[in-house]
C-alpha cells in the first residue's frame, strides 16, 4: 500500500456544485432533539438502553448492541481535540485571508465526537489533547444548527 501526497486543492476529486433536485433529508427525532439542545446551548449525547453508552453525535441505535435509543443527555461542554487540520486555501485553490483551523472533538465518557471549527487561538498553538468548550451563537441567532456553534475555544 502507498500514499501518495496532494500539494494542490484542485488534485482532489470532489464536487463543488450544488445537485440540482435540492433533496431535504429529517434529521430524525433523535437528531431534532440534539440539534433542538445546540440551539439551547446544551450539547446532548444519546444514551444506549442496553449497555448505558453515551454517543454524540446521537444515532436511532447503539452502534454496539443496535438497540434503539429514545433518551438523550446533557454531557459535560469540555472535549479534547483529537485531530485537526489548518486549511490555507478555499475548495478552488484560493488562498484565504487567514488560515482555518478544523478538529475532531471527542468527548470524555462518550463515544463518537464532532468535527467542528477550533477558533480563539493561532493555529500554531493548536495541538492534540487540547482541551476545548464550544462557542454558541447569541441566543437570538440560533436556529436549531450545528452552525449555532460558532467553534470550539480553548477551555
Not at 484542485?10 to 433533496?23: A, F, M, P, S, T
Request: with cysteine.
Amino acid at each position: 500500500m502507498s500514499f501518495e501526497k496532494i500539494n494542490v486543492n484542485r488534485d482532489i476529486k470532489h464536487w463543488l456544485h450544488v445537485i440540482e433536485q435540492g433533496y431535504r433529508y429529517t434529521a430524525g427525532p433523535i437528531g431534532t432533539k440534539f440539534l433542538e439542545g445546540i440551539k439551547a446551548g446544551k450539547l446532548l449525547a444519546g444514551k444506549c438502553p442496553v449497555c448505558g453508552r453515551l454517543l454524540i453525535p446521537p444515532k436511532a441505535f447503539c452502534q454496539y448492541d443496535f438497540a434503539e435509543i429514545k433518551e438523550l443527555v446533557e454531557i459535560a461542554p469540555v472535549g479534547i481535540v483529537r485531530s485537526y487540520t489548518v486549511v490555507y486555501e478555499d475548495s478552488y485553490g484560493n488562498k484565504l485571508p487567514k488560515p482555518v483551523v478544523i478538529g475532531f472533538i471527542e468527548f470524555p465518557g462518550v463515544a463518537g465526537g464532532l468535527v467542528h471549527y477550533i477558533v480563539n487561538v493561532e493555529p500554531g498553538n493548536v495541538r492534540v489533547g487540547l482541551k476545548v468548550k464550544p462557542v454558541f451563537k447569541p441566543g437570538n441567532e440560533r436556529r436549531g444548527s450545528i452552525t449555532d456553534i460558532v467553534g470550539f475555544e480553548p477551555a
